[in-house]
């Protein structure tokens, strides 16, 4: 990887311009074109470096709820239980735990009451026991990773 492409991914993570052409406008910082920005960065995600680009938001200023919840899964049920919470789409991801609840997932949905008929069905239809868990206290974490050696 060229200095230029660890430049690139840095300025890509925190300071991509919210703008109509984004990424002609991160090319121009660079003396790239949109072209070859576009192209760059899906070269590093067929590569496998870059698993997911997308804006994240603050669920809760734009009046959403969330939670995270864990569901007792016996083993004979965990790919049609994975298969119905992944296809939920309140659910932002899905991961299992080496415990007695041992599916791990968060929800975002319009309302507790939704969040709750969601735990419920989940219930009823494959008779699981979902703890909900929402958060007491909000943490922002920031990952970002320097491909510059720096700071970033």
Not at 21 to 27: D, I, N, S, T, V
Not at 91 to 117: C, D, G, P, Q
Not at 127 to 152: M, Q, T
Request: aromatic share 10%; with cysteine.
């Amino acid at each position: 990887m060229t200095e230029l492409e660890r430049a690139v991914l840095n300025e890509v993570q925190t300071n991509l311009p919210i703008a109509k052409e984004p990424f002609k406008e991160l090319g121009q910082k660079f003396g790239l074109s949109e072209a070859e920005v576009l192209e760059m960065l899906k070269r590093f995600k067929e590569a496998g470096y870059i698993r997911r680009m997308g804006a994240i938001f603050d669920s809760r200023k734009l009046g959403y709820v969330s939670t995270l919840c864990a569901a007792k899964v016996s083993e004979d049920q965990m790919d049609q239980v994975a298969e119905y919470i992944n296809g939920l789409v309140e659910v932002t991801h899905n991961y299992l735990r080496e415990h007695e609840y041992n599916m791990w997932f968060t929800v975002i949905a319009h309302s507790k009451e939704r969040i709750e008929e969601i735990i419920r069905e989940m219930e009823s239809r494959f008779g699981v026991e979902v703890l909900n868990l929402p958060a007491k206290r909000f943490f922002k974490i920031k990952v970002n990773f320097d491909f510059l050696g720096g700071s970033a």
